[in-house]
Structure formats: C-alpha cells, structure tokens
C-alpha cells in the first residue's frame, strides 16, 4: 500500500474534520445531544433533579460522558477542566476519575494516529512551526521520560503533545503508559472538586481548587525553567 503524499493527507485531515463538523452539527440539530447538555447544565444546579437525569440515562450515562470526555481531547471544544469536573460532580470521585480517564485516553490515543498518519501539515493547524520543533527536540533528547513529564505537569498543551508524539516513532504501548499516568493527578484533583461540590464540602473543594491553582500558577510562571530543565535530559 502506497503512503500518501502530504498533499494528499492535509486533503483528508481537511475533508475529515468537515464531515465531523457535519456530524456533529447533525446530532446536535436532530439527535438532542445539544438539548441533552443544556438540560445537564440546568440541572447541576438542583441535586435532585440531577440524580433522576442520570437515573433516566440508565448504564448509557457513563458512556455519554466517556464519549463528550474522548471529543474535547481530539476537537478540543470544551477545556479538560470542565468535563473533569463533571466527572467528579456525577458519578463521584472514583467513578469520575476512572470514565474521565478512559475517555481521555481513547482520546489520545486518536490524537496519536492522526499525528503519526497525516503527519506536520496537519499539526501546522493547531500549533507553530517553532513550538513544533521545541516539543519534538525535547522529544528526541529522552522521549519516555520527557514525554510522561509534559503529560504531568500543568500548562502544557496535552492534547497537541499526542499529536506530536505520534509523528515520533514512540510505541503506542509505551505511548499509552506515559499519557494515561502523567494525566492521572490532575484528572484525580479535578474528580475531587466536582465530588466535593456535589456532596456539599466547600472546605476540601477549597483546599483542592486551591493547590489546583497554585500548581497551574507555578508551573505558567515557571515554563521557560521548566522547558530548560527538560533540556537536561539526553
């Protein structure tokens, strides 16, 4: 099988991503997704309002969630934050934190093949040629170290570094270690606050929501260090 040229997959990239405007814009119109979220956000102001509108999604509910969860990574329409968040604030920590952090992964494991199949055409949409080679020159220095490093800290793009380690040659498998643990912390942090929201404990919502911001705060103020002490690793 013929690889296809560059011309060729920015085409596709192109064609694909209009056929998903489409479709999106069709289930919003025709199949009440976009009824169903408005509805969600009316409801997470009344607890028990909130808990028959799970109720009447039944064992779907999950999987609403886990699919809204996958999009954001690939479309990148909602922040992570929010939909973390809600997580938590739906099912509750555990839960929340485990369908959040399932749908981030089939996410990002999208975002790795449209990386590695259409290649830097396609990521020119979504970030600089100059932001391109720095990632990628770090990516090259120690790639299973430095990658699990970016999907740790805060403030770095995330859903872009999928597509950027997929024009690597990085495993999927260790690919898929790497995202799905450095992801892990932040999406555990953000489960809280929505559980603690819910369940009514402003106190550890504020203790969270807290080191949350202190941790996003430091690690914005502090990028060019923290990129330079990234350079370190050969």
């Known amino acids: 099988?013929?690889?296809p040229t560059p011309k060729i997959r920015t085409r596709i990239a192109v064609a694909a991503l209009v056929l998903l405007g489409i479709g999106a814009a069709l289930e919003l119109y025709y199949g009440?997704?976009?009824?169903?979220?408005?509805?969600?956000?009316?409801?997470?102001?009344?607890?028990?309002?909130?808990?028959?509108f799970m109720e009447s999604l039944g064992p779907s509910a999950p999987l609403y969630f886990i699919a809204i969860q996958a999009a954001q990574v690939v479309l990148a329409p909602i922040p992570g934050e929010a939909t973390g968040f809600v997580g938590g604030y739906l099912f509750g920590i555990f839960p929340?934190?485990?369908?959040?952090?399932?749908?981030?992964?089939?996410?990002?494991?999208?975002?790795?093949f449209l990386g590695r199949f259409f290649g830097r055409k396609y990521l020119k949409f979504f970030i600089s040629e100059k932001s391109l080679e720095k990632f990628r020159d770090l990516l090259r220095r120690q790639g299973v170290v430095v990658g699990f490093l970016l999907f740790l800290i805060p403030g770095f793009p995330k859903d872009v570094l999928c597509l950027i380690v997929g024009l690597g040659s990085m495993p999927l498998a260790v690919f898929l270690v790497i995202s799905t643990l450095g992801r892990m912390p932040g999406t555990l942090l953000l489960a809280i606050q929505g559980a603690s929201?819910?369940?009514?404990h402003y106190t550890l919502f504020a203790i969270v929501a807290g080191v949350t911001v202190l941790i996003g705060a430091g690690a914005a103020l502090n990028k060019q260090r923290i990129y330079t002490f990234l350079e370190r690793f050969k």
């Not at 929201?197 to 009514?200: C, D, L, P, R, T």
């Open 1 to 3: 099988m013929e690889t």
């Open 197 to 200: 929201v819910y369940e009514a």
């Open 96 to 112: 929340g934190f485990i369908f959040a952090t399932m749908g981030l992964t089939i996410g990002s494991v999208i975002n790795f």
């Open 32 to 52: 009440g997704l976009g009824a169903r979220l408005g509805r969600l956000a009316e409801l997470m102001r009344e607890k028990e309002s909130m808990s028959m």
